[in-house]
């Protein structure tokens, strides 16, 4: 593999970009977008629409699925969520790539952590600003520099960008399964650690709500008469905490319980809320078995429980195209003087969705940075031509056929 000049226009194209690639993400981070706030996601979704327009593409937003939501009353509630973006050139070409973020946030609407700031050694600090409107901004820039490509033609590529990959994405998942299942490859734009340091291996994940519903009763005057939720969530979130240990590579967190009210009162529900990680179909099997048998058998009498949730995100191990696809990955990075190396991760994100679906993918070709879900939030302004040449680079060299995009994707169907 080497740099032709065709590939070099497409790099020097986006070096000529720098200030646009980071002022948009500057101001797409300061519209807060929590995967919760419809208005704040909807403006974010019309900048982004607009920035779209600038590409030789179809741009059309797609409308989403609802969900479920338990509150903390035990309830069960729909919940509605905004529309996808979806961009999409040359969808009859031999080789498709699929290119997938999420423009919403961790941090609600009334969030302390609004706006973008620059810290004394030059990192930017804003709240998306690496997680991971600046990887939207990288992906569009590669996608405006490649589409100068003369090759281009031989490659065509789809761009989701969703609303609610920070909550698992119950809404977006069936676009995600769709795309990656006619898809040959796969970029995602989670950022990078602060080195550049890629995410390998990917843990699966599953998110569960059990509803504990009792009987209520005066505490003094008749207090043998209740059925205590609370006191029944807590024996059982002991129960799914002693899990942990007894599989190797499986943990369940119990995040949360919600439930009961005034102290005189026997409190008559609860609800008890939980993740689990595994890092293969073996342990999700293993772990969804002893949470449902768990979830069955009510602690004691007089209580009823209903289990609802399971598991968002499939685990994503490093197999045969997943290594081959990060080496070419590597080798693309040396040409540009960027090495690439990459680790196992316990956290999850669409490149568990699309790797499922049977895309071989790299999901953290977005910039370099930390400290996400805080409000410490940061990314390194080098980093954004950086990453976004690396992007352009993989995409001249799938269309020369340099990484074979089609023997990536057999590879990935051999072991689905």
């Not at 993400?25 to 704040?40: E, K, Q």
């Not at 504990?212 to 505490?219: C, I, K, Y």
Request: a negative charge; one cysteine or more; proline letters at 5%.
């Amino acid at each position: 593999m080497r740099i032709l000049t065709s590939d070099q226009a497409v790099l020097d194209h986006v070096a000529a970009r720098r200030e646009t690639i980071i002022g948009r993400t500057i101001d797409w981070a300061n519209i807060n977008s929590g995967s919760r706030n419809a208005a704040g996601l909807n403006a974010v979704l019309d900048v982004l629409e607009a920035a779209a327009g600038a590409l030789p593409a179809r741009v059309e937003r797609l409308p989403t699925q609802g969900s479920t939501t338990v509150a903390d009353d035990g309830s069960v509630r729909t919940e509605a969520h905004a529309e996808a973006l979806k961009i999409t050139a040359r969808p009859d070409a031999p080789i498709q790539v699929v290119l997938t973020g999420h423009y919403d946030t961790v941090f609600p609407a009334d969030s302390r952590f609004q706006t973008v700031t620059t810290r004394a050694d030059g990192a930017l600090n804003g709240p998306g600003v690496a997680d991971m409107k600046g990887g939207i901004s990288v992906l569009l820039a590669a996608l405006e520099a490649f589409e100068t490509h003369p090759d281009r033609h031989g490659v065509g590529w789809t761009v989701l960008l969703s609303p609610d990959e920070e909550i698992g994405s119950p809404a977006s998942a069936p676009l995600l399964a769709e795309l990656g299942a006619r898809g040959h490859v796969g970029l995602t734009y989670e950022p990078a650690l602060a080195d550049g340091t890629l995410a390998g291996a990917r843990k699966g994940s599953g998110n569960y709500h059990l509803i504990v519903t009792g009987r209520a009763a005066h505490a003094g005057r008749a207090f043998d008469e209740g059925r205590n939720g609370v006191a029944g969530a807590a024996i059982i979130a002991a129960a799914l905490h002693g899990l942990n240990g007894q599989h190797e590579g499986v943990t369940v967190n119990v995040a949360k319980i919600s439930g009961g009210g005034a102290l005189n009162v026997v409190a008559d529900n609860a609800v008890v809320r939980f993740n689990v990680r595994v890092p293969d179909k073996a342990a999700a099997d293993w772990i969804d078995a002893s949470v449902r048998a768990i979830a069955a058998t009510p602690p004691f009498e007089g209580l009823t429980l209903d289990l609802h949730g399971g598991f968002t995100r499939a685990p994503k191990p490093m197999d045969a195209a997943q290594t081959a696809l990060f080496e070419a990955v590597k080798e693309a990075g040396a040409l540009l003087g960027q090495p690439i190396a990459w680790k196992p991760s316990g956290g999850v994100c669409e490149g568990n969705n699309l790797h499922a679906a049977g895309l071989p993918n790299i999901d953290t070709l977005g910039v370099r940075g930390g400290d996400i879900h805080s409000d410490q939030e940061f990314a390194w302004p080098d980093s954004f031509v950086e990453r976004a040449q690396l992007s352009a680079l993989i995409l001249c060299k799938i269309a020369s056929g340099e990484i074979d995009a089609a023997k990536l994707k057999s590879l990935r169907m051999e072991t689905l």
